[in-house]
C-alpha cells in the first residue's frame, strides 16, 4: 500500500505539470485564435486543438483526482475547487460529445470551452504561484513584482490586432493602456469606446478587476481555493498582504474580500442595468456588458467608461439615480475591504443582539472596541471628505459648471458625483476642462488625499493626510503626543505618515518637472493636473492625455505604477533594513 501510495504521488506531480503546461500553451492558442486575423483554414485548426486539448484536460482532471483519492483522501475532500472545475468540464464535454438535452444547447457555444481552458491555466499558475515561497520570500517584492508581471502581460494581450478596431495599438500605447487598467487609474490614450473592440474592453476590464483586488490576492484565492492548503509561510506572507494580524484568519478574510468585491458588483451592476433605460442599446447583451463594465469600472475604482462620448457627454449626466449608483460604489470600494469587513461584523453583531434582546429577553451585551479603531478613524474621514467634497464643488461651481442642471437636487446629485470621483473614481459628469480655477484646485488636492487604505483607490491615503494634518495641530498647540478617538497614536505610524507625504511632493515635482521637459508646448495647470491624476490613480485629466510624446507617455506610466504601488513600498522592498544599535548618541535639537 506505501508503494502504490508512492507511485501516485510521483505521478501526480507529472500529472499537475503536464495540466499546467498544457492549458497554458492552449491559453495562448486561444489569445491567438481570438486576437489575430487568420485564414478560416488556420481558424479550423486552432479551434479543433483546443477541443482536442480540453477533453484531454478532462481526462486529467479525472485521473488528479483518482490519484489525490490514492494518495491522500483528506486532501482530497479539502481541495473543493478540483470538484468545480471537473464538474464544469464533464458537463461541457457530455454536451458536445451527447447533446441530448435540449435545453443544454446553450452550452454548445465554442467560447465555453475557450474559458475552460483559460481558467484553468489561471488556477495551474496560481496553484503553482501559491508555493512560489519556497524559493523566494519577500513579501514586498513579490507584491511589487506581482504589479510588473501584470502590467507587462496586460501590454502583450492590448498588443493582439483584434484589440483595436482600426490599427493595432503600438508598444507604448499597450503600455499605457495595460498600466492605466492595472493600477486602476483611467487615464487613456486611446477612446475606448470607440478604438477598442468588445475583445480589447473585456481585456481591459479584467485587467482592471485584477488590479483592484491585487494580483496576490486573485493568485492566494484561487491557488487555496484549488489546492485546499496554505504553507506557514503562505499565512505569513497574506498576513502582511492583507493588514491582518492573526495569521488563522488570513484564509476567511481572503475568501470574505473576493465575497465583498463581487457581491457589491453584482448589486452595482443590477442597479445600473435598472437605472439605464435600454433604448440606448441596440440588444440586451450589450445593456448587460455596460451594466458590468461599469460597476467594475467604479467598485475598483478604474475610471474606464464604454460610452464613446464618455459621461459627461451623454444622456446619463442627468441621469441621476445612474450617478447616485456609481458614486456610492467607488466611495464603497474606496473605503477598503477590511473597513467594510469590520462594519458587517458590527452591524450583524448589533442585529443579533438586538433580535436576542426583543424575542428571548437576553440582556444587551456590551461589546467594546467591536468597531476597530482603524474602523471608527477611516470612517469619520472618508465621510468627512465625501461632505467635504460635495459642498465644495457645489458652492465653487453653483453658478457655474453645474448651472445646467436646473433643479436643486440635479446640482446636489452632480456635486456629489463630482466631489467624490477625485478619491480615485475617475469617472466625471462634468468637463473637468469647464471647471473653474478654484475647483480645479480643489479637485488636485481631493485627488492627492486619495482614498483609504486597504482599498481599491490611490493617494497618499486619507489616513496619512489626517495623522500628518493633526500632527501638525498638536505641534502648533505644543502637544507631545497625538491621541485621537480615545487612543494614543504610535509615533512610528506619525512618521511613516511624514515620509510618505515627503516622498510623493518629491515624485510629483519630479514627475511635473519631466513633463515640462517632454511636452513642453502644453500649458503648466494640464501638466500638474495630469501628473496629479496619474499619480493619484485617479484617471480625470484636462484632455492632454493622447497629445503626450512618447517620452511623457513612458512619465505618466511610471507616474501611475509608483502611485499605485506606492514609492515607499519599492523603496522598502530595494533597501536593507539597518540593523538596530545598542548604543546612542547625545540628543540635540534642530533649529527651525
Not at 206 to 226: C, D, K
Not at 332 to 350: A, D, P
Not at 390 to 406: C, D, K, R
Request: hydrophobic share 50%; glycine share 6%; charged share 10%.
Amino acid at each position: 500500500m506505501f508503494i502504490v501510495k508512492n507511485i501516485a504521488e510521483k505521478i501526480l506531480k507529472y500529472v499537475n505539470r503536464s495540466m499546467l503546461y498544457i492549458s497554458v500553451f492552449f491559453s495562448v492558442l486561444i489569445l491567438i485564435h481570438n486576437g489575430f486575423d487568420s485564414k478560416n483554414q488556420v481558424i479550423n485548426y486552432l479551434h479543433n486543438s483546443v477541443v482536442l486539448a480540453f477533453y484531454v484536460l478532462t481526462a486529467l482532471l479525472v485521473f488528479r483526482v483518482v490519484l489525490k483519492f490514492m494518495v491522500d483522501k483528506r486532501a482530497l475532500f479539502k481541495s473543493f475547487g478540483d470538484f468545480v472545475t471537473l464538474f464544469y468540464f464533464l458537463i461541457f464535454s457530455y454536451v458536445h460529445v451527447v447533446s441530448v438535452i435540449k435545453f443544454l444547447d446553450v452550452l454548445l457555444i465554442n467560447e465555453w470551452l475557450y474559458v475552460g481552458v483559460f481558467l484553468l491555466a489561471v488556477v495551474e499558475i496560481s496553484r503553482n504561484f501559491l508555493f512560489f515561497d519556497k524559493y523566494y520570500f519577500n513579501p514586498t517584492m513579490l507584491f511589487v513584482l506581482s504589479f510588473l508581471g501584470l502590467v507587462l502581460l496586460g501590454t502583450i494581450f492590448l498588443m493582439l490586432p483584434k484589440v483595436s478596431s482600426h490599427q493595432p495599438l503600438g508598444f507604448i500605447n499597450a503600455l499605457f493602456m495595460s498600466t492605466s487598467s492595472v493600477c486602476i487609474t483611467g487615464l487613456t490614450t486611446v477612446n475606448v469606446g470607440t478604438d477598442l473592440t468588445h475583445f480589447g474592453k473585456i481585456i481591459i476590464i479584467i485587467l482592471s478587476q485584477i488590479g483592484g483586488l491585487g494580483i496576490m490576492t486573485f493568485t492566494g484565492f484561487f491557488g487555496y481555493f484549488f489546492t485546499g492548503m496554505f504553507s506557514y509561510k503562505n499565512h505569513l506572507m497574506f498576513s502582511e498582504f492583507l493588514g491582518e494580524n492573526k495569521m488563522s484568519a488570513v484564509i476567511k478574510t481572503l475568501f470574505k474580500i473576493i465575497f465583498i468585491t463581487f457581491f457589491f458588483e453584482i448589486i452595482v451592476a443590477f442597479l445600473i442595468y435598472s437605472s439605464v433605460s435600454s433604448s440606448h442599446f441596440s440588444n440586451h447583451y450589450d445593456h448587460l456588458f455596460f451594466s458590468v463594465f461599469h460597476a467594475i469600472s467604479s467598485f475598483c475604482n478604474a475610471g474606464f467608461t464604454t460610452l464613446p462620448d464618455g459621461l459627461e457627454k451623454s444622456s446619463l449626466r442627468f441621469n441621476y439615480s445612474f450617478q447616485i449608483v456609481l458614486a456610492i460604489s467607488f466611495i464603497l470600494g474606496g473605503l477598503g475591504y477590511i473597513i467594510v469587513l469590520n462594519t458587517y461584523t458590527y452591524i450583524k453583531t448589533k442585529i443579533i443582539d438586538l433580535f436576542s434582546f426583543v424575542f428571548r429577553r437576553n440582556a444587551m451585551i456590551s461589546r467594546p472596541w467591536l468597531m476597530s479603531f482603524n474602523t471608527r478613524f477611516i470612517f469619520y474621514i472618508s465621510m468627512l471628505l465625501v461632505l467635504v467634497g460635495t459642498l465644495g464643488v457645489f458652492v465653487l461651481e453653483y453658478s457655474g459648471a453645474l448651472q445646467e442642471h436646473t433643479s436643486f437636487f440635479g446640482k446636489l446629485s452632480t456635486a456629489f458625483f463630482t466631489g467624490t470621483t477625485p478619491r480615485s473614481a475617475g469617472l466625471s459628469v462634468i468637463p473637468i476642462t469647464s471647471l473653474s480655477m478654484p475647483a480645479v484646485l480643489f479637485i488636485i488636492l481631493l485627488m492627492y488625499i486619495g482614498a483609504s487604505p486597504g482599498s481599491t483607490g490611490g493617494g497618499i491615503k486619507n489616513t496619512t493626510f489626517a495623522v500628518a494634518f493633526l500632527n501638525t495641530v498638536n505641534i502648533i498647540r505644543g502637544k507631545e503626543r497625538l491621541e485621537i478617538l480615545g487612543r494614543q497614536i504610535a509615533p512610528e505610524s506619525v512618521q511613516k505618515a511624514f515620509a510618505i507625504l515627503f516622498l510623493s511632493i518629491l515624485y510629483l515635482g519630479l514627475t511635473i518637472f519631466l513633463l515640462c521637459i517632454t511636452d513642453p508646448l502644453i500649458d503648466f495647470k494640464s501638466i500638474v493636473f495630469e501628473a496629479f491624476s496619474a499619480f493619484s490613480t485617479v484617471g480625470l485629466s484636462l484632455g492632454i492625455t493622447h497629445q503626450l510624446s512618447s517620452a511623457g507617455k513612458i512619465v505618466i506610466v511610471f507616474a501611475m505604477f509608483v502611485g499605485r504601488v506606492g514609492m515607499f513600498t519599492i523603496l522598502v522592498s530595494m533597501v536593507k533594513k539597518a540593523k538596530s544599535n545598542n548604543y546612542q548618541y547625545p540628543e540635540e535639537e534642530i533649529m527651525f
